[in-house]
């Protein structure tokens, strides 16, 4: 069986860190990568990163603040928050595809999702 399963989500005040961990099983993934949904808002990419060479991009917004991580033992990845500010805050999802695309930063080009993981920064 497939799962994704994120945790490390939390309550955090505005200028704080957090660190999402996301544990695979069942299969190799060759591409993760974080979205995240506010309330009332769509599922917007967050970070990406290619498993077996560790290439990552980002969105504007996390760009400096935000790193994107793998531990290929544990078949795991990871996003490191930094410098949270009240407007990231939001349900974090890790995502998986079994193929590698450098632009794949749509929530349709991934096939596999975890439950999320809520981050909540308070002003």
């Known amino acids: 069986q497939v799962q994704l399963v994120e945790s490390g989500g939390g309550l955090v005040q505005a200028g704080g860190s957090l660190r999402l961990s996301c544990a695979a099983s069942?299969?190799?993934?060759?591409?993760y990568a974080w979205f995240r949904q506010a309330p009332g808002k769509e599922r917007d990419f967050v970070a990406a990163?290619?498993?077996?060479?560790?290439?990552?991009s980002y969105t504007d917004s996390a760009e400096g603040r935000f790193t994107i991580s793998r531990d290929i033992a544990k078949n795991a990845v990871f996003l490191r928050l930094e410098s949270l500010k009240p407007e990231d805050t939001a349900i974090y999802y890790c995502?998986?595809?079994?193929?590698?695309?450098?632009?794949?930063?749509?929530?349709?080009?991934?096939?596999?999702w975890g439950q999320g993981t809520q981050v909540t920064v308070s002003s």
């Open positions: 069942g299969r190799t993934f060759r591409q």
């Open positions: 995502a998986a595809r079994t193929s590698y695309r450098a632009t794949a930063s749509y929530a349709s080009d991934y096939d596999f």
């Open positions: 990163i290619g498993y077996n060479l560790g290439t990552t």
